[in-house]
């Protein structure tokens, strides 16, 4: 077998190990990630899954900071100053 | 009259030669399966396009200062687009199957194998004397077999960008094929049986596992293979954007404008790889022809895992899903889906195949980072 | 003491000079345009604000490491700004009414008659004394005419950059300006009975037919004159996104967020060009002299085109279309439009006219392919 | 006439008849191309035609890739999925 | 075996040193704060995230070619990353309630003087000879009392790039921490009979008022004091394409795509200099503590401003708004509106607490361009 | 005092100085303005000012250029159809 081939050899039986030392120390991690996670904030846990399912999580985390702000609370704001608008208008036609 | 003269000795049909007319064939053939036949469109099309453009004879389009050119300079010789990609692409990608159950991981690990077994054979064929690939360019072309279009861009652009060209467009179109390669070798490679392995169903799993995922995955990625670090830390700044839930518009615009932008830009860089001296040579049919070993390696030992963690595991696994550790988000595991409905209508494999087929993103990405780190 | 005497030296007040203070009234007379009067506000407010910012004293925005610059350097110089906008205006065109009925793409090729008389008459000009034009900038004042402003932009860019403001500035302003250029020209050259033809309506076009021309329209560029394919390219290939349907997220972004982007920062760019020494020279009021024969020429030429080809073809066209050959989408198709309703309430010339109406985008660029070829 | 409007005048009728060419050109070409698809695809051209009325063609062609799957293709898919199984479930309660 | 070797001399692990941990302890707890604390989550996940990824081991990102130090030199050596985040800013700002009373200008002047007293304050240390701060560097640190993240990243960048990280961080920091640091000092200041003073109902203001405004800011800015014509120059471009109301799809993408996608690359192009060798040093526990001076002084001056303005008038102001001049768009107004209906729940201060508070916005950008004009 | 911290003196005394004397201008100046707007254009104002709670100033302002039309249309149309789902709901209220 050549040189050549050899370093392939050599290359693939690295990377390989390397892969698979890295996949499972990441199930370990993980597995003792979710363990920690579930033991000391289970109500939490559970939650913020009921949460995720009612709404967007997004909707209640939102930022207030100053970049967030303006796009979202003024959309809000627009439409609901046009459905007043509307009513209001509506209201006006019936009397 | 001169300037007539001049005026047709400029058109492209007086320079035009044979074989850049070939690679006008080739990236009109790109164009028809990305549009027609729907072979993964949001790169090909703009491939296609940018290899017609990088052919028109008698100007500078993808060379000098042309547009393709500059595209190329800014985006993929600084990897600045693929991390881009990788970014979106964290964003839009759910961890919750695979945290569910976690050793789903192991079978984005086997599915590597094909990248492995092709540098392997890619230094065979070389020995052979056929080709002339260096180490650089056999693990360059090994990537194809991570199923991952940003990982085997962003691995090609650094080892080996004299043959990027083919080594993207091998990885988009094979990609595209996944449910034609995939399922002949899942069928031989597992009983009846087998394909009917009903999976119980995942777990919940809280929006702080899904917050902490990423943050671990990089914290191993810094431990242990730091130049998996910019693909895997873009990708893992990606997914804590979307779950994190605190910066919503950030996610947002990752996910669409951002990575809309940079797909089209880093579509027509790679289009001006494009061009008939870099893509007509010998060692572009040589690519091809690894490419599809290295996904039917990647598949073959996907599932293979999946059978040896049965064997030494009461909670079975349906082994199919072992084929979408190669990655092809969400093409291979719909294939598994598929598959496992065939047998037994009463099996729905998908969210389970979710599970490795994030998995082997991360196990590309991770091979990735030990090619460069041992041949870059 | 001395600080405040320094820091009363480095103001505004106490630096500005005549030529910079006429600037600034130029370039908010501009944004009056743009704002009050509508005049191509997407393109005049940005430049007309940038005229603002390049022209305050005392510091380096236009020059040097200034922001303006840095546009200017990473846009305009390397014409990747001018041919974003094309992709993005190639996702928006709709081919639909010139594959209907493919002759009006003559009106479109009749009306560039307007950018090579200009550059006639620029040399005139030169040749009596009264400016000093080179062929060159000749050329690039020519392509004013073309009614189609990223079309100047690129050319002017490439040809003439030292004239970029006032080309850009011409351009843009009589582009707005067309409902009121156009229709005197158009009257005067067209009888009463022949601004009543009703058109036949046009046929339906398949997807198919939508997909495969821009392929031809390239092919075709890339054949015969390889230089107008950078323009054209782009704008084919925005035009394939939209109408392949297969990458509806990749068009949708080139027709909002990045033409958006793109578009602030070009005017932007554009505007640095508008300090004094570069935009209060004589050659400026020849320019915008030149300018606004070239797009009456060009209207004239596209409606004396019109009446030519009925006196040879029974399908008559009426002949206010001719008018749309200019670009300017959609304002000139709308002018005829309007002209048509006043000659004959039931003459809906609307989609008739967008025919010549996009013909006159490929025309214009076709022509700047020709101009750069020749004296490029 | 000196060399400089000579050189205009030649460039005016190059480039005018260039352009004139080309677009005689394109016109044909235009022309071939749509009687080649309206002979050879008519059905096709048809059902793609209605198509387009009646919902974007954008909707049908969609790309299921990667990239493009998570927003939209997903969102539809998971919707179609929804509607079929209501509608099954219905029928198969009547039945 | 000698490879394996290598390998984990590769790791990060084996490569780690104790300076590198701490700094990916800080920029975990950056983290934690943007996501559990919602500390101005939008900069400080990606600052802290970049600080992650610069101080892994082993692979260059906030160095070299990698991505991190490719968006410092491509978006902060160059000012445009800050200077498009004012854009977007101009473009979500309402300068509405400012309009309809001016006079609150002046609450957005006193406010500034927490920048200049931090100058003197960090001067004092280092002619105590606790630091070694240069006047540049004094100037850096005391525009972190403008309460201004961009304004202070600009500032930084070209005063003293070297400490940007530990400028931005306290900078960010300390505006999260704004209904923390506020109350304490505006409850001191203030008579419980102050805070009930309620205001008269702001006057509606036209849209051609908001039109002019962002111009006659823009002239005063050129002729009095053009250093500060970049900040402020995009600003107003933001805020004319806003309230033009003829552009807006460029507002639009200015307070969307573009600004967001320009976060992303600032905040990581920032936590690319949390790197230990230049946070690491005792300059960084100077610069926290400056700061949080800087946002209190700040704030009193605000707050004792309106008293002597007050003093001066019949129709009084609410002196809780003046703490609302320290910038910190829309959290200071919001602190001064839950102080006033504390002391009086029928007293909405909201809206006239906008007024200061982007009063603050152009204030600390005057004192910016007078800094960058006196020691640049 | 050393000479740092007179450098520093010396810079907040014009600095601050600076800050104040540029935000008087700018208060008088705007002052002026809108007092030159509410003089010269009185009826104007009125109306955009109705105009802006009624729709949005962008609506009737809006530019016809090429460009622009696509994005607007569907603003308009969300608009139009958050008022109809008003108006209707209102409706059904009274009903
Ligand atoms: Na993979
Ligand atoms: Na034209
Ligand atoms: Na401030």
Redesign the interface.
């Known amino acids: 077998m050549?040189d050549?081939?050899l370093?392939?050899?050599?290359?693939?039986l690295?990377?390989?190990g390397?892969?698979?030392?890295?996949?499972?120390?990441?199930?370990g991690?993980?597995?003792l990630?979710?363990t920690l996670?579930?033991r000391f904030?289970p109500t939490?846990?559970?939650a913020?899954?009921q949460?995720?399912n009612g709404q967007?999580?997004?909707g209640?985390?939102?930022?207030?900071?100053?970049?967030?702000?303006?796009?979202l609370d003024?959309d809000q704001g627009?439409?609901i100053?046009?459905?007043s608008?509307?009513?209001k208008q509506?209201?006006s036609g019936?009397d | 009259m001169n300037q007539l003269v001049e005026l047709w000795q400029s058109t492209g049909l007086y320079q035009i030669e044979a074989d850049q007319f070939l690679m006008l064939v080739i990236s009109g053939l790109l164009l028809y399966l990305a549009i027609s036949k729907k072979f993964e469109p949001l790169l090909l099309l703009p491939i296609g396009f940018g290899g017609l453009l990088a052919n028109i004879p008698g100007v500078d389009i993808a060379v000098g200062q042309g547009i393709l050119a500059q595209f190329y300079a800014i985006g993929l010789q600084t990897t600045i687009f693929p991390l881009l990609i990788f970014l979106g692409v964290g964003a839009m990608t759910d961890f919750g199957p695979?945290?569910a159950n976690?050793?789903t991981?192991?079978l984005?690990?086997a599915a590597?194998?094909g990248?492995?077994?092709t540098?392997?054979g890619?230094?065979?064929l070389?020995?052979l004397g056929l080709f002339e690939f260096s180490?650089r360019q056999?693990?360059a072309i090994g990537i194809i077999g991570g199923a991952d279009g940003p990982t085997a861009i962003y691995v090609a652009g650094i080892l080996a960008p004299e043959l990027l060209g083919a080594i993207a467009v091998a990885a988009y179109s094979y990609m595209a094929l996944v449910p034609l390669i995939q399922p002949p070798i899942m069928r031989a490679l597992t009983t009846e049986k087998e394909r009917r392995i009903e999976m119980t169903q995942l777990r919940?799993?809280?929006?702080?596992?899904k917050i902490?995922?990423p943050l671990?995955?990089l914290v191993?990625v810094g431990l242990?293979?730091p130049s998996a670090a910019p693909l895997l830390g873009m990708f893992c700044l990606g997914n804590l954007m979307k779950e994190?839930?605190?910066?919503?518009?950030l996610s947002k615009t990752a996910q669409n404008a951002l990575i809309n932008i940079v797909t089209i830009m880093l579509g027509l860089a790679v289009g001006s790889k494009l061009v008939a001296d870099q893509f007509l040579v010998p060692e572009t049919l040589g690519i091809m022809a690894l490419g599809i070993v290295a996904f039917s390696i990647g598949t073959a030992s996907g599932v293979l895992m999946a059978k040896v963690m049965n064997a030494f595991s009461t909670n079975k696994v349906n082994p199919l899903i072992g084929a979408a550790g190669v990655s092809a988000v969400p093409m291979a595991a719909r294939v598994a889906n598929k598959l496992g409905i065939e047998a037994n209508p009463h099996n729905f494999l998908l969210m389970h195949a979710m599970g490795p087929n994030v998995?082997g993103v991360?196990?590309s990405a991770?091979?990735a980072g030990?090619?460069i780190q041992?041949?870059g």
């Not at chain 2, 919940?204 to 596992?209: I, L, Y």
């Not at chain 2, 994190?244 to 518009?249: A, C, F, K, P």
């Open positions: 050549s050549l081939v370093a392939g050899l050599n290359l693939a690295y990377g390989m390397f892969v698979f030392v890295f996949l499972l120390l990441l199930v991690l993980t597995i990630m979710s996670v579930r904030s939490i846990a559970v913020q899954r949460n995720s967007k999580p997004g209640a985390r939102r930022s207030s900071s100053k970049v967030e702000a303006p796009s003024q627009r439409l100053a046009v459905v608008a509307a009513i509506h209201r019936l | 695979l945290l976690p050793k991981l192991l984005g690990a590597q194998f990248i492995f077994a540098v392997i890619a230094l065979l070389s020995d180490v056999a693990a919940a799993v809280s929006q702080r596992e902490l995922f671990v995955l191993l242990v293979i994190s839930g605190v910066v919503d518009r998995a991360i196990g991770v091979a030990v090619l041992i041949v």
